[in-house]
């Protein structure tokens, strides 16, 4: 029985191994920075070092929910832990595996899936997966692994616990105690509607923790654009006689207006 995650440490060959998969990761993050596709701020950073520093204060933590507003720099935190959970310094000397980073989401999506790969560290391409990969090519990438940070993007997904995301997740077990705690698996999801979660924080106890991603100054969300006299005419987008012709009125809009993924 174990009551707190069965700390590994990186030694010998697997530790000079690291340090040149870290060397390869830092100088793609650098390149990707240059080149403006992935930017860390202020909050964000700040963020990310909080969820670090609950993992480090708490040896039975096992997963941290991470919660914000839509578009308010969630894929910057996640950015940021993929930095900060590699830092040799962080974690006690026990440091994250550049090879053991996942980024997954409850989302069968490939275009996410093809987004997330244009601004992650070329080294972590093929530690990427959506919803129809868990159960085959993610697991057969995580198994045997020990000392493992899974960041999952869009967690709320299909994943009440009826439903396709959380039955996949018992199966694997994802949702068994024992095994993250022996295997040092570490779990950070991230959502903007945390209304269905893969397991409600408050059975997890002291296995879980949430925390709040700020949106930062000048962020402009649906509340301010209505506070603010910039949203007017709303309409329905619910099940009713007009809800495809608004659907359809949108997707026009998005196709003029926005030429590249934001």
Known sequence: MFTQREITKLEGIELAINEQHFIQLRSQMKLLSIEGKSKVHRDQRICSQIIISEFEKNPKL??????????????????SCIQDFTEPDHLSGNH?????????????????????????????????FHRPELKTKFMD???????????????????????????????????????????????????????GTLRDCKYWGDHSKTVKVNPGEGYVGCSELLSNGRIRD????????????????IKAVIEEKFLAPR
Do not use: H
């Open 141 to 195: 990438s995580i198994r045997g692994k020990k000392n493992i940070l899974i960041l999952m993007d869009e967690v709320q997904i299909a994943c009440g616990k009826t439903q396709t995301l959380a039955k996949e997740f018992e199966e694997m077990g994802l949702l068994d105690i024992q095994f993250l705690m022996k295997n040092d698996i570490k779990i950070v999801e991230f959502s903007a509607t945390p209304n």
């Open 96 to 128: 994250v595996p550049v090879q053991n980073i996942y980024l997954i989401t409850g989302l069968s999506s490939t275009q996410w899936k093809d987004q997330t790969k244009d601004r992650i560290p070329g080294i972590l391409s093929e530690n990427i």
């Open 62 to 79: 096992l997963m941290v929910m991470a919660i914000g507003k839509t578009q308010s720099g969630k894929t910057g935190v996640m950015y």
């Open 234 to 249: 709303c309409k329905e987008l619910c099940d009713n006689g007009g809800a495809k012709e608004n659907i359809l009125e």
